[in-house]
């Protein structure tokens, strides 16, 4: 198994660029969900999902939009991206909500 | 979910026993406790959890207190590779929000 995989790992965007951060795990897992970490915070919940076909907003989902259409796959888009986005990005995922979760190595974006 | 405190920062000999403490004095009934730990620039890693019976696995011990109301983590030989920040979650069981990971304590293991 690959676990979770995350691409890119690095990204820098100007200032009004939209991109998508791809997630995506081989386990069968229904549950997904992405973090933003941002120096010395802690991991903030941005969007999750429990299965295909369902997502829900987190603490800081302004910004960002999440789709879920397949079990493996969880992407997060960033509509017009703003230097506040600047930021490691997290993906993770779990058999079901509330289970461990299993991290992806993440994504580390620079918005100038 | 409960609050949990932890101490910020602790230092171990490797090859030493590396217990981490972690107070949930106001955990509930149907709360696990979870122990998730950081390696610098690295996705956050899943170590163990319990409910109230202690718990073991390969990669370490969780000791909780009859009361509940804390818990240790113990890595029974630590290695360089041990160093990093390790979290104590509480959370119920099946909840599909935030897991809140708070500051967490750095462990450094020292030659």
């Known amino acids: 198994n690959a676990g979770v995989t995350q691409t890119p790992k690095f990204q820098v965007l100007k200032t009004g660029q939209s991109m998508t951060l791809q997630c995506a795990q081989d386990m069968n897992h229904e549950y997904m969900s992405w973090y933003r970490q941002d120096p010395g915070m802690g991991l903030r919940l941005i969007h999750y999902?429990?299965?295909?076909?369902?997502?829900d907003q987190g603490e800081v989902p302004n910004g960002y939009n999440v789709s879920r259409s397949t079990t493996e796959d969880f992407p997060l888009r960033l509509l017009s991206a703003a230097p506040s986005q600047t930021s490691v990005y997290f993906c993770?995922?779990?058999?079901?909500?509330?289970?461990?979760?299993?991290f992806g190595p993440g994504t580390r974006l620079t918005v100038t | 979910d409960a609050k949990t405190t932890q101490p910020t920062s602790m230092d171990c000999a490797e090859g030493r026993a590396a217990n981490l403490p972690c107070n949930h004095s106001?955990?509930?009934?149907?709360?696990?406790v979870y122990w998730y730990r950081q390696i610098h620039s690295q996705g956050p890693q899943y170590i163990i959890h319990g409910l109230k019976n202690n718990e073991t696995n390969e990669m370490a011990s969780l000791i909780i207190t009859e009361d509940r109301k804390s818990s240790t983590l113990i890595l029974p030989h630590a290695t360089l590779r041990d160093t990093a920040v390790y979290y104590c979650i509480v959370r119920v069981a099946g909840s599909q929000g935030n897991l809140i990971f708070g500051k967490g304590t750095k462990l450094s293991v020292k030659p």
């Open positions: 999902s429990v299965g295909a076909g369902i997502t």
């Open positions: 993770a995922s779990s058999y079901r909500a509330g289970d461990e979760q299993y």
């Open positions: 106001t955990i509930s009934g149907n709360e696990y």
